[in-house]
Each structure stands twice: as C-alpha cells, then as structure tokens.
C-alpha cells in the first residue's frame, strides 16, 4: 500500500483492503479517533500486523502512538473505522467480551507495573489470572502455572530472582519481569509502550533483542512504540510512523534510514533532537 501525506509517501509490501488482510493477526483500516468534540487523535490509520514479526511505531509526542495501542484492546474510542485483533472486531465486540480479548494481548509498559513488594515469581503468575479463574485469582496458582511461571522467567534470563521482592531489582530486570508476565498469558498479540525509555542503552538493547526473539519464537506480532530512530532501525522488521495523528511511514525497515524517518519529526521536537544518538 501507499501512504501518501504532505511531502512524502512510503511503500509497503501489502494492498489496503477493506477486510482483515489474510495472515494479519491485527488489522485497522480507516481508524479515526477523537475524545468527545475535541480533533481528531488518529485519522485514517491503517495497519497491520503480522505472526513472528516486530514493528516500531515511531511519532513525536502527541502524534497517536499510545492512542493507537490503547484502540487495539478498546481502551481508546473508535470514532469511525474497524479494528480486528485475534478474531475479534472491536467495534461490535460487546463489554462482556472485551475480557477474553484483552487476555489474548499482552502488554508492557514504561514503568513495569509490577507490585514490588510481591515475589517476582507471583508478579509472573499474575499473568495467569484470566484463565485461573475466580477462585485462584484469590487463592492459588496451579504447578502447571508455577513451572511455566518459572520457564519463562529461565527464558528471560532472570530465573534466579524469582523469590526476591520485584522492587528490588534494577530497571532492566523488571522490565524482563513484566515481559514474562505478559508471555504468561500465553498472548497472541503483544504490545510494548516505549518499554526502554527509562533503561539505560546496553539493557534498551537487550530488552528490544528478547521482544524481537520472542516474536520470532513464538510467531506472534510484536508492536513496540519507540522514540530514538537508531533503536528502530536496529530492532524491528518494519517500521510505521505517525505524525499529528495520521500514518506518513510504513515500510520494511530495511528500506528506511534516519533521514527518510525526520518527516515524522519535522516540528522540532525532543524525539528528533535524540535521533542521531
């Protein structure tokens, strides 16, 4: 498809169509959102996202990024549009059902989320509660949960703190903490909201190589909202870019450089000041 906006147009390898594009695990098409009568946040986006890969959604401050991922687990309004994650169409999918959906997304954060005064393995289990059901979701979690709890956190390379408090580990380990939290959920979807921001550059880099992994492994779609170019450039297989709302990038990320991403920063912000970094 191309997306054409201002002075520049990207190519992708995929046509735009009306439905859900065969093989994409997420699709958007046409996605406009705005809160109440204020303007338009997201207008005429258009995605999709494909098993094993790793995309990075790049835009400055106030460019849709968050908005975006918040739409893929209806946390955001959808003003007009569709959006299908795993099978479900989130513009008639029923409150009742939004649980199931979001249990099949799973998600990480800037700040982790974690309960640092718990183990780092329940911190893990926690991502188990959706199909542990009420009464585990008060009590407790099954040897099957426990031994998955413990090979993912093996996976991450943090096994070895599973009865430590979460709060004391430094950023980095958390932050591999939550990746298996939410890999406990067994998702078919994950999405990473700026997940290095606060971590230093060696740990950015390593947390980015165990998502991309990740992806690759397990052959789900990994959404990662990033804000230096270098990252990327270096970690993703494609790469789409928003600017005031509306998607001027969308490519494979080997046909990109830093120079053809800079539209996206073109109004001087702090994300283009860092890009060369």
């Known amino acids: 498809m191309t997306v054409t906006a201002a002075s520049t147009s990207t190519t992708t390898s995929s046509p735009v169509t009306s439905g859900p594009t065969p093989g994409a695990l997420v699709t958007v098409r046409d996605l406009q959102v705005s809160y109440g009568a204020g303007p338009l946040v997201l207008d005429g986006v258009d ?68 309960v640092g005064r718990l183990s780092v393995l329940t911190n893990v289990l926690t991502g188990a509660l959706h199909r ?56 078919q979807v994950v999405l ?29 779609p990994v959404l ?5 170019l270098p990252l990327a450039l270096e970690h993703s297989d494609r790469i789409v870019g928003l600017r005031h709302g509306r998607m001027l990038v969308s490519a494979p990320t080997a046909d990109l450089d830093a120079d053809r991403l800079e539209v996206l920063y073109a109004d001087g912000t702090e994300e283009a000041d860092g890009a060369h970094r």
Do not use: W
């Open 47 to 114: 995605l999709d996202l494909y098993p094993g890969e790793t995309v990075a959604l790049l835009g400055s401050s106030g460019s849709g990024k968050s908005t975006l991922m918040r739409c893929l687990t209806g946390f955001a309004p959808i003003s007009s549009g569709t959006v299908q994650v795993s099978g479900h169409e989130l513009t008639s999918l029923r409150r009742s059902r939004l649980r199931d959906l979001r249990a099949s997304v799973g998600q990480v954060f800037q700040q982790f989320n974690l």
């Open 132 to 187: 542990a059901g009420p009464i585990n979701a008060v009590g407790g979690f099954t040897s099957a949960d426990r031994r998955r709890a413990m090979e993912l956190l093996d996976r991450v390379g943090i096994a070895h703190k599973a009865t430590v408090q979460a709060r004391t580990l430094s950023g980095g380990q958390q932050q591999r903490v939550a990746i298996a939290r939410a890999l406990m959920q067994r998702p």
């Open 192 to 220: 990473a909201d700026e997940p290095v921001a606060s971590l230093d550059p060696k740990m950015s880099h390593a947390v980015l190589d165990l998502l991309r992994q990740i992806a690759r492994e397990d052959g789900i």
């Open 224 to 228: 990662v909202s990033l804000h230096v």
